[in-house]
C-alpha cells in the first residue's frame, strides 16, 4: 500500500501552475492528508493550510458544525463532512477544499452511519463539489489513510481535469 505519487506529484504540479490555493478539514487521519501535501516541493505556492478537527468539540467550535448534525448523523457521516467543507470554505478561503472523516479503528461506540474503514470525503475545486463515501477493508489504519488519501487524489483530478 502506498500514496499515488505520480498523481500527488502531477496534481501538486497542476495546483500550482495553476495559481491555486488548498486547504484541508481533517478528522480521521489527523492531519495525515496535510503532512504529505506539505511534503510537496511546490506547496509552499499553494497549501494555505489546515484544520485538524478530531474531536467533535472542534468540529462545531472551530468549523461551525452543528451539534444536531453530530446528533442525527455522526460525526463520521456525509452531512458532517460537507459542513465540515463548509466551515473551512470560511475560514481559510482557497480554491480547493478538502475535507475527510471516517472510522480507521473500531471503537465500542458504533454508529449507523460508519464501520472501520468507512470514509466520507468532501472536494471542492472553484465552487464544484463532490463527495464520496468509500469503505476500505483493511484493518490498518495506515492502510486506510493512505487508501483515502489516494481516493481524495482522484476526487480532486476529476474536478481539476474536467
Excluded at 43 to 72: H, M, T
Excluded at 75 to 102: C, K, Y
Excluded at 104 to 129: K, T, Y
Excluded at 139 to 147: K, P, T, Y
Aim: net charge negative; hydrophobic share 40%; proline share 2%.
Amino acid at each position: 500500500m502506498k500514496i499515488n505519487e505520480k498523481k500527488l506529484n502531477r496534481l501538486g504540479e497542476l495546483i500550482s501552475l495553476g495559481g491555486y490555493k488548498l486547504s484541508l478539514a481533517e478528522s480521521m487521519p489527523g492531519g495525515f492528508f496535510t503532512s504529505i501535501w506539505s511534503l510537496q516541493t511546490e506547496s509552499g505556492d499553494y497549501l494555505e493550510g489546515s484544520i485538524v478537527c478530531y474531536s467533535e468539540n472542534v468540529k462545531k467550535e472551530v468549523l461551525g458544525v452543528p451539534g444536531s448534525l453530530i446528533d442525527r448523523f455522526s460525526a463520521e457521516s456525509e452531512r458532517v463532512t460537507e459542513s465540515m467543507l463548509q466551515g473551512l470554505e470560511t475560514i481559510i478561503p482557497a480554491d480547493i477544499h478538502i475535507a475527510v472523516t471516517g472510522k480507521a479503528f473500531s471503537d465500542s461506540e458504533g454508529s449507523a452511519n460508519a464501520v472501520r474503514g468507512d470514509v466520507f470525503l468532501c472536494v471542492s475545486c472553484q465552487n464544484n463539489v463532490i463527495f464520496q463515501k468509500f469503505h476500505f477493508s483493511s484493518l490498518n489504519a495506515a492502510h486506510i489513510f493512505i487508501s483515502a488519501f489516494n481516493a481524495s487524489l482522484d476526487m480532486l483530478e476529476s474536478l481539476l481535469c474536467d
